[in-house]
């Protein structure tokens, strides 16, 4: 519970919006490395909602949303087709009217550019489970090129939510240059530190370390934002964060890394703010490195599992059961989830079995050794600042030393963490994070054995466990192509027998999406789901008169 707050606190809520009447000030617990492309931080996308326009976000709803194209194509309509051979070809129509910042129109050739450099091999960090699926993306017209065509070379269930699994385009006349001189330093360039969006609020500045202001774009097509100015100020310590929402100096928080106590604390504090408990796809756990040579062992793991009272961490987390234990990594919400996988309940008796099992044995000042007498010291590793993250791995440190395991804590900056860190795999022992899912969750990328991150794939795919089984690799490469919802569904649930089986990480808990608005601010419809963060929509938000 994040119950020590600063003397700021004591002063009292501020009686008045901060930023003013034409101003948001939204807090957040992390920093992007960068914006547009290339990250995996959160907090790069809620900042990309308001920067650039979605081609389909989810709604409030769970449904998705057209705005940058007209329609989604579908099997009825016709402008989705299947082909001999299992491929596939869907039609896609933009709607006229977005323009970069600098005035030039976005149109299907921006579409192509974006397609042709993430599918480039010799782009670094980049997921190509989707794109290796795309053989070709076409415009038709290039004098109207407002109509483009997807061809794919294999089934997709979901080639008619985004084209080719991208959420909104890149700058081809920005970009082209850099991206064509070499591709493997694209990540590199100064353009996602001041990128040139194409949505409803276009780019000021980026301070760092402080803040990220944004200004209203009155050429937006679904209309002139109602709020002249948005900033998104950094504050990476989650107590300060709180505190600096109950005194008003926010307007809005969202990536707060607040638990369920925090944020009812905020409302207690401050009538003026009302904070959203969202039902969400949320999946807070541990990665193990499974190249680790005590981690490989599933024991080990399994005994890891045993060790920790995951019960107890769900409560501290949210009282009152809100945030249920994980099992696995599906959500109840989610048609896929498996209610009747292996379970590991707190057992400490069993955790030093399965240890005993691997071949440890106790050393004299209680840390056990491994079979060639090595202290058995492992590091866990989460984002710094995160007061509840921190006080779970402290619960842990204490639960493992029960069983003879010395729990080391390294945490770092969000940034780092997220970015090279869990990206490149460079955690020795543990991670503790979290991921997002949607009602189409697939993710292939983070299960298959073709997706662990690796130099020699130019640290593509998200499978940074490690984690390599042969029938789970089926399993997802039959999901991958498979158009039948009940049979995705079936092969999902066995998917989760497995990995509740292997336990290549630790599910904690499953976790509510916590945001905080002022209640004068009108038009928040938070999702919950991932690459739909609070800010989806924030050309519909107004200040209530």
């Keep these: 519970m994040l119950a020590v ?31 547009g492309a290339f990250s995996i ?47 596939m070809k869907v039609t896609w129509r933009l709607r006229r009217g977005f323009s970069w910042h600098d005035g030039r129109p976005v149109t299907a050739l921006d ?12 782009t670094p960090q980049v997921s190509r489970f989707i794109l290796n699926k795309v053989d070709n993306v076409l415009v038709p017209n290039p004098a109207d090129p407002y109509t483009m065509i997807v061809q794919w070379n294999e089934l997709y269930p979901f080639a008619g939510s985004l084209p080719f699994g991208g959420s909104f385009p890149l700058p081809r006349h920005l970009l082209e240059g850099a991206y064509l001189k070499d591709p493997d330093r694209l990540p590199a360039h100064s353009y996602w530190r001041a990128p040139v969006g194409h949505g409803p609020y276009r780019f000021v500045e980026w301070v760092p370390g402080s803040h990220i202001t944004l200004e209203a774009y009155d050429r937006f097509p679904l209309g ?19 505190v600096n929402q109950i005194t ?38 541990i990665d193990f490195n499974l190249d680790n040579e005590w981690l490989r062992d599933r024991r080990v793991r399994q005994a ?49 079995a399965l240890l005993a099992e691997a071949g440890f044995t106790p050393g004299p000042d209680g840390i056990l050794r491994d079979r060639n007498g090595k202290r058995a010291e492992m590091t866990i590793m989460t984002t710094a600042g995160n007061a509840l993250r921190e006080q779970i791995e402290l619960i842990i440190k204490d639960q493992l030393k029960d069983v003879g395991i010395d729990l080391r804590i390294d945490n770092r900056p969000p940034s780092v963490f997220l970015g090279p860190i869990v990206s490149r795999r460079q955690f020795p022992h543990m991670a503790l994070y979290l991921s997002n899912f949607s009602p189409e969750s697939m993710p292939f990328v983070r299960f298959h054995s073709s997706q662990i991150p690796s130099a020699e794939n130019n640290w593509s795919g ?76 924030i050309w519909e938000w107004r200040w209530e008169q």
């Design 462 to 537: 998200d499978n940074r466990a490690g984690w390599r089984n042969g029938e789970n690799d089926r399993i997802w490469e039959q999901l991958a192509s498979e158009l039948d919802e009940r049979t995705r569904i079936r092969l999902l649930r066995r998917q989760q027998e497995i990995f509740a089986e292997d336990l290549p990480s630790l599910p904690l808990y499953f976790a509510l999406r916590l945001t905080t608005t002022h209640k004068a601010l009108r038009g928040i419809r938070p999702t919950g789901l991932v690459d739909s963060y609070l800010t989806w929509n």
């Design 111 to 122: 579409w192509r550019f974006t397609y042709g450099v993430f599918r480039n091999p010799q």
């Design 248 to 285: 008003g100096a926010l307007d809005a928080t969202e990536n707060t890394g607040f638990d369920c106590q925090a944020a009812e604390q905020i409302e207690r504090r401050n009538p003026q703010i009302a904070v959203q408990f969202r039902e969400a796809m949320r999946w807070e756990r």
């Design 224 to 242: 002139a934002p109602k709020i002249k100015r948005v900033t998104f100020r950094f504050i990476l310590d989650t107590t300060v964060l709180q």
């Design 5 to 35: 707050l600063g003397a700021a606190a004591l002063a009292g809520p501020a009686t008045a919006a901060p930023g003013g009447r034409d101003t948001v000030v939204i807090g957040m617990a992390q920093e992007p490395d960068r914006l």
């Design 304 to 352: 890891i599992a045993h060790a920790i009272d995951r019960a107890m961490i769900a409560e501290l987390s949210c009282p009152g059961g809100r945030q249920p234990v994980a099992h696995a990594w599906l959500p109840p919400r989610h048609p896929g989830y498996n209610p009747n996988v292996k379970k590991y309940e707190y057992d400490p008796a069993r955790a030093k």
């Design 41 to 87: 931080m959160v907090a790069a996308s809620v900042v990309e909602h308001a920067l650039f326009a979605q081609a389909a976000p989810f709604t409030d709803r769970w449904v998705r949303m057209p705005v940058m194209v007209e329609k989604l194509p579908s099997l009825k309509d016709g402008d989705w087709v299947l082909l001999p051979n299992n491929k």
